[in-house]
């Protein structure tokens, strides 16, 4: 199988080819930077909303994987946060369209549910969350991992090209497990839960509401998304003084969902390989919640009104 890796040169890129290579692939690499080279790809600076250039890439494949996309909301404006993410992946399916391959496997997001970066809170209507449940994202990077699903169903329809959109949660990388930083946030987020757990009734009630009405206002003010002035991350920082405050900002509206990098990587060879026809969007985590604590108390505390 010849591949075409998108964004192959970034930090999962990196070992999605690597995975590629060692289970007999031939892969060719596109991506802004030239990145460092892995032995026997073939690398090519391409910029993906460059359609010709693309397909020119594209041609002689068999299938591909499409990595590359602005990373968020926090690093550029809101239009072209959408136009790289949104043309960049209807320009991957049209190459792949007119080169006559019909498989593709994208790197989706959770966001496209409506999760970490949105400006409100959302409306759950049931739990476990599932494939079905509707979406509903209200910034810039969410809408355009909306987009990118739609536009894999709509090559579906179109072309008979089937694909796997990986709806990624937070992924856990191996440095993760000696960064210190990350470990004390990991700590004090826990330890969050587990004295909002230990409260009588009433004051958990109450310690929750003024939770959620500070949380509200916060993300009101859409933190997460670029706006030429100050730093986005320092801004998603505000809520640091209170742990509770930042699980409930962030934490909350993924799930507590992760993913081991190890399990992603085969997540995007096994969609590449399975035997299936069709365009799907798929929710793709570890069985275990980064809050260490059990799923239906997690659901109980913080979604209160939806039927479990």
């Not at 970034?10 to 991506?31: E, K, M, Q, S, Y």
């Not at 993913?259 to 590449?272: E, G, S, V």
């Amino acid at each position: 199988m010849r591949v075409l890796v998108t964004g192959g040169a970034g930090r999962v890129g990196r070992d999605v080819v690597r995975d590629l290579i060692t289970h007999g692939c031939d892969v060719r690499v596109v991506d802004r930077r030239a990145g460092e080279p892995i032995h026997g790809v073939q690398y090519t600076v391409c910029d993906i909303t460059r359609y010709e250039a693309l397909r020119e890439h594209m041609r002689g494949c068999t299938a591909a994987v499409h990595l590359a996309a602005i990373a968020g909301p926090m690093f550029h404006p809101g239009p072209e946060v959408l136009r790289v993410n949104a043309l960049g992946t209807f320009n991957v399916f049209e190459a792949a369209a007119n080169e006559g391959i019909r498989r593709v496997v994208l790197a989706g997001s959770i966001n496209a549910f409506g999760c970490h970066f949105g400006v409100r809170d959302r409306e759950i209507r049931y739990l476990p969350i599932d494939e079905d449940h509707p979406t509903d994202p209200t910034d810039p990077y969410s809408l355009s991992k909306n987009f990118a699903e739609e536009i894999a169903a709509y090559y579906w329809r179109r072309d008979g090209i089937s694909s796997v959109v990986l709806r990624i949660p937070s992924i856990w990388l191996e440095d993760w497990q000696v960064n210190p930083q990350f470990q004390q946030r990991l700590q004090e987020d826990i330890s969050a839960i587990d004295n909002l757990v230990a409260l009588p009734d009433e004051e958990r009630t109450k310690r929750l509401e003024a939770v959620v009405q500070r949380v509200r206002a916060f993300r009101r003010r859409r933190p997460s998304e670029y706006t030429g002035e100050g730093d986005a991350l320092a801004r998603r920082r505000g809520l640091d003084d209170d742990p509770l405050a930042r699980v409930y900002a962030f934490d909350r509206f993924d799930f507590w969902a992760a993913i081991d990098k190890r399990d992603l990587i085969t997540a995007f060879r096994q969609a590449l390989t399975a035997d299936y026809e069709g365009s799907h969007a798929l929710f793709i985590s570890d069985i275990h919640n980064r809050a260490g604590h059990d799923a239906a108390r997690l659901a109980r505390l913080f979604y209160p009104e939806v039927h479990c």
